[in-house]
């Protein structure tokens, strides 16, 4: 009983933001090998590696062998990672965190919050930089200012309490989500797929391997052929 309530700690943990619905089971957590999919967009060639923020050490491996791979084939990999450098405005950048914080329900990092024995079983996924990328590879994902304006376009301004205002980001913050399962879909998977592919669309690039998370390939697969049309 204790284990199971530690997994779905964990999964709480992972499914509260990042595309990914990152942890769906001990199967994905487990997996030691990536697959690789592919798809025709806009008549170029993509193939697509779903990643997760918690794994086995031997997956993360094989990614990079796959991303090396697909590298001396002349792809360029476009990864998801949603961009922190967004303004030099201290003030603005300090509310949009405490918004992108109050949205994920708990702060800090995924191995930080995960549970006792976790951290010794998985790791957390690597840099990208670690996994293979270089300066030719794209960052394709929005920032936290757009992320945070879509969301109030969509659901209205994000108001900030006094716990979300006054608690430092070093220290313990864990509330209750307040927004459904839809509103986040619409903006943590929807929302950053449609920008991949208008990327890909306007992209010079012809053969591209993308590094995504595994909560986003379904909505991406449906985009892909909607776009096609």
Same mark, same amino acid.
């Given at each position: 009983?204790?284990?199971?309530?530690?997994?779905?700690?964990?999964?709480?943990?992972?499914?509260?933001?990042?595309?990914?619905?990152?942890?769906?089971?001990?199967?994905?957590?487990?997996?030691?090998?990536?697959?690789?999919?592919?798809?025709?967009?806009? *008549?170029?060639?993509?193939?697509?590696?779903?990643?997760?923020?918690?794994?086995?050490?031997?997956?993360?491996? %094989?990614?990079?062998?796959?991303?090396?791979?697909?590298?001396?084939? &002349?792809? #360029? #990999?476009?990864?998801?990672?949603?961009?922190?450098?967004?303004? *030099?405005?201290?003030?603005?950048?300090?509310?949009?965190?405490?918004? #992108?914080?109050?949205?994920? &329900?708990?702060?800090?990092?995924?191995?930080?919050?995960?549970?006792?024995?976790?951290?010794?079983?998985?790791?957390?996924?690597?840099?990208?930089?670690?996994?293979?990328?270089?300066?030719? %590879?794209?960052?394709?994902?929005?920032?936290?200012?757009?992320?945070?304006?879509?969301?109030?376009?969509?659901?209205?301004?994000?108001?900030?309490?006094?716990? %979300?205002?006054?608690?430092?980001? %070093?220290?313990?913050?864990?509330?209750?989500?307040?927004?459904?399962?839809?509103?986040?879909?619409?903006? #943590?998977?929807?929302?950053?797929?449609?920008?991949?592919?208008?990327?890909?669309?306007?992209?010079?690039?012809?053969?591209?391997?993308?590094?995504? &998370?595994?909560?986003?390939?379904?909505?991406?697969?449906?985009?892909?052929?909607?776009?096609?049309?």
């Amino acid at each position: 009983m204790y284990q199971m309530k530690k997994l779905i700690l964990l999964i709480l943990i992972a499914t509260a933001f990042q595309s990914c619905k990152i942890v769906r089971s001990l199967t994905q957590l487990n997996q030691k090998k990536a697959k690789v999919y592919s798809y025709t967009l806009f *008549d170029k060639d993509i193939k697509y590696i779903p990643m997760h923020h918690l794994g086995k050490k031997a997956f993360y491996d %094989d990614v990079a062998k796959k991303v090396n791979m697909y590298k001396r084939k &002349g792809y #360029v #990999v476009y990864y998801e990672s949603i961009n922190t450098h967004f303004t *030099d405005n201290p003030k603005v950048k300090d509310t949009i965190r405490r918004k #992108v914080r109050k949205i994920k &329900g708990f702060s800090g990092s995924y191995k930080e919050n995960a549970p006792e024995g976790f951290s010794k079983k998985y790791i957390p996924q690597p840099e990208y930089s670690e996994l293979g990328t270089d300066s030719t %590879d794209v960052r394709a994902d929005i920032n936290y200012l757009q992320f945070i304006n879509e969301w109030e376009k969509q659901n209205g301004t994000i108001t900030l309490d006094s716990t %979300d205002l006054n608690t430092p980001f %070093d220290k313990p913050f864990a509330k209750s989500v307040e927004y459904t399962n839809k509103q986040y879909k619409a903006i #943590v998977v929807e929302y950053r797929n449609q920008y991949l592919i208008d990327m890909i669309k306007n992209s010079p690039d012809n053969k591209i391997l993308i590094l995504y &998370g595994k909560g986003h390939q379904k909505d991406f697969k449906q985009k892909a052929k909607h776009s096609e049309l």
